[in-house]
């Protein structure tokens, strides 16, 4: 079946080094889409990518869709302890709206 | 708040009892989901609606789960003989459904189930 892989599983980095988490899907996807869940909150939505090669930007966050799309990143410039949290990728299966979510990363920022 | 709601927000049961959550999307969002998760887990599909109509449950969902949608509004997920394997966060998230592209789904705050 579709699987999506993150990693890695962990990042422990200091405030105000950068951060990257990687995704890995088995099949080819129509979009990506990035989701952070605080600790004890839910997930949130980011943003989605659609096309081949895509990059985004929201203020310190890159996002990138790679060209053959069944991988996608997102880089975090400078970070800081509000972006502690667990990265979520997310694509849809086959032609359905339903979500297959990454196995996430886990972001731990020290002061 | 116009966000998606949840209740209840916690639930400790008993193994064998039943227990139902409510979920209540985003105005005049079509489609409605449900996921569990667990800890240290993303979100695993359970089932979705379009309107009131189900169209996919996952073969997670075994015969104790049943979800309805019956006004096309709220959405109800019972399980039946809780079993300590249950315990998980129950997610729901409701998206605006246009077309069969994938959008943005808003997810709820969940009800965290604990099955003793």
């Known amino acids: 079946g579709q699987q999506v892989m993150q990693i890695p599983q962990y990042q422990h980095v200091q405030e105000g080094e950068d951060f990257t988490t990687y995704c890995n899907s088995s099949?080819?996807?129509?979009?990506i889409q990035w989701y952070k869940q605080r600790p004890g909150g839910h997930p949130v939505f980011l943003i989605q990518?659609?096309?081949?090669?895509e990059v985004k930007k929201q203020k310190r966050l890159t996002f990138q869709f790679g060209e053959a799309k069944k991988n996608s990143s997102l880089h975090i410039t400078a970070t800081q302890t509000t972006d502690v949290g667990t990265y979520f990728c997310?694509?849809?299966?086959?032609?359905?709206?339903?979500?297959?979510f990454g196995t996430g990363t886990r972001l731990q920022v020290f002061p | 708040d116009t966000g998606v709601s949840q209740d209840p927000r916690h639930k400790i049961t008993k193994r064998g009892q039943n227990v139902t959550f409510r979920c209540d999307p985003i105005?005049?969002?079509?489609?409605l989901y449900w996921y569990r998760q667990t800890l240290g887990q993303g979100p695993e599909f359970l089932t979705y609606?379009?309107?009131?109509?189900?169209?996919?449950k996952s073969r997670l969902l075994s015969d104790r789960f049943s979800a309805e949608r019956p006004k096309g509004s709220f959405s109800t997920l019972e399980i039946q003989r809780t079993e300590q394997g249950d315990s998980a966060m129950y997610l729901c998230?409701?998206?605006?459904?246009?077309?069969?592209?994938?959008?943005?789904?808003?997810f709820g705050p969940g009800t965290r189930l604990t099955v003793l």
């Open positions: 998230a409701s998206s605006t459904g246009q077309g069969a592209r994938a959008d943005t789904q808003y």
């Open positions: 099949t080819t996807l129509s979009n």
């Open positions: 990518l659609v096309k081949s090669g």
């Open positions: 997310a694509g849809p299966f086959g032609n359905t709206d339903k979500l297959i």
């Open positions: 105005s005049e969002h079509n489609r």
């Open positions: 609606f379009q309107n009131e109509a189900q169209l996919e």
